[in-house]
């Protein structure tokens, strides 16, 4: 568990336009060990799924990876992500309706994808496509159907299965289950955590809401703004959280137990900046009640491995 | 008589092919049933929350609240008044419609893009005739953004220079422009993100404190509804399965699918 499959090192995504460069990800670092489930969570514009994108090299222009490096298998991947991406990294995205072809039969689509990557006779693919369907639940006979006769969890079904096809060792899975109703959510949620803990299977899971991290994840990191907040294991993070922002997300989050019947909930006043109109310093100093003089000041690096807030330098909160 | 009463309210559908397709293939018509004799009360001044998964006629009912959709049977009454009476005069129905206004889902979609916002919430007080000084018009519109934490200089702007959360609260200051003492809201803050979230449920909140407000809050979360509802309706597939407090409801569900619904729910509690 201990061995690092991804290391992401301190890379920035910029983007240039005619209000100068903007910077959609930050000087960002993080891991991913054999095997984990590492949770992604922040609001719009955070830069969660941009993490993701920069992983497998599809930033669309003018966008691109300014600096920093990244790290698969202990080789760089910075330059070259193709030579992994969809086969070593595969990618399951938030419309299942959007990522599967209307026009083309899911047994044919999965059969393509296994044979891009794998290098087996057809007979053999058909007999793997057949397989994968029947390990996300769906009866082998539907290979020769159309996506439109899927609901919508069957079909984020199918996406999975065309994920797990060439047996990649880390899933990013960005929002996969977003569209889905709250009892289906928790099907393929429970689904895609079984199948990869059984093949030792990374994923990285991009998310905007708190419960999904909290049943789903081993380790979470924040984001905000394009920076990582804090990073750490879930259940530290949920229960003692180290970033006042973290902690104000924790707070919002509406909850279903008997303290929380008919009382206001928390709120963090104002919103995310603008990547035109980031403030100096740490970016969520105009928000934070305990901001300080070197909060406006100087952008805190992540302290004690967990959280880049400046108030951890005194032990406080 | 409580302030809102559904009796057996009842939407269908018909999804049938055309009549020469069906007399051709020999197939019978096709009926969806969205809301199947739903009944339920509102009493003034609280929050009634309808819950349930895509397609179990929460939004179906929303409409049929406000008068969007008939019922196909059954009614709908406010204060005792029914917005599909054909014995009532068309000023009485219109009287009525200003009592009950609705918030919608999406922030995006639901303002017209070419609208300055004064002219979003100058709508409901021409259409209705609140107002009829183009002047006090405008002080108004000055008040209803402040109420919704927005500020009186926002007026001349656009909704695309808003973020999600700020267009939600446009929405909402858009529904009081009429005084009403309904609000319908149907999934307000499911397009926003958690922070944001906080902070219109919060205003809804003291929205409905301060003008002793009846919403009628539709939602596939049930974590939203344990802070907002006085009661709530579970629906499964347009039948009302289970209604109660939220106390009890969470505490001793008695119906297998809101069982089913509890544990699917996230939850963040370790």
Known sequence: MEENLLEVRNISVTFKSRYGVLKALDNLSLNVKKGEILGLVGESGAGKSMTGAAILGLIDPPGRLSSGEIYFKGKSISNAPEAVRGHEISMIFQDPLMSLNPLRKIGDQLVETILTHMNISKSEAIKRAKNGLKEVGIDPSRLNSYPHTFSGGMRQRVVIALALAPEPSLIIADEPTTALDVSVQAQILDLLKKLCKDRGTSIILVTHDMGVIAETTDRVGVLYAGRLAEIGDTRDVLTDPKHPYTRGLVDSTPRIDSNSFKKSLFQIPGSMPKLDAMPSGCAFHPRCEFATEICRKKIPQILLDRSACWLLNDGEL | ?270
């Open chain 2, 1 to 270: 008589m409580s302030f809102v009463q559904a009796t057996d309210l009842t939407r269908t559908f018909d999804l049938s092919d055309p009549f020469i397709v069906r007399a051709i293939s020999r197939t019978p018509k096709r009926i969806l049933t969205a809301v199947d004799k739903v009944s339920f009360s509102i009493e003034k001044g609280t929050t009634y929350a309808l819950v349930g998964e895509s397609g179990s006629g929460k939004s179906t009912i929303a409409k049929m609240a406000v008068g969007l959709l008939k019922p196909t049977d059954g009614s709908l009454l406010v204060d005792g008044m029914n917005l599909n009476d054909p014995k009532l005069a068309k000023e009485e129905t219109l009287a009525l419609r200003r009592r009950i206004q609705m918030v919608f889902q999406s922030p995006y979609a639901s303002l017209n893009p070419r609208w300055k916002v004064k002219d979003i919430l100058c709508e409901p007080i021409k259409a209705f005739k609140l107002i009829e000084n183009p002047k006090a018009q405008i002080d108004r519109v000055h008040e209803l953004l402040e109420q919704v934490g927005l500020a009186s200089s926002d007026a001349n702007k656009f909704p695309h220079e808003f973020s999600g959360g700020q267009r939600q609260r446009i929405s909402i200051a858009r529904a009081l422009s009429s005084e009403p003492e309904i609000i319908v809201c149907d999934e307000p803050t499911s397009a926003l993100d958690v922070s944001v979230q906080a902070q219109v449920l919060n205003l809804l909140k003291s929205l409905q404190k301060e003008y002793a407000l009846t919403y009628l809050f539709i939602t596939h979360d049930l974590a939203v509804v344990s802070t907002m509802a006085n009661k709530i309706g579970v629906l499964n597939q347009g039948k009302l399965v289970e209604e109660q407090t939220p106390e009890v409801l969470f505490s001793e569900p008695k119906n297998s699918y809101t069982k089913m619904l509890l544990n699917a729910a996230p939850k963040i509690n370790f």
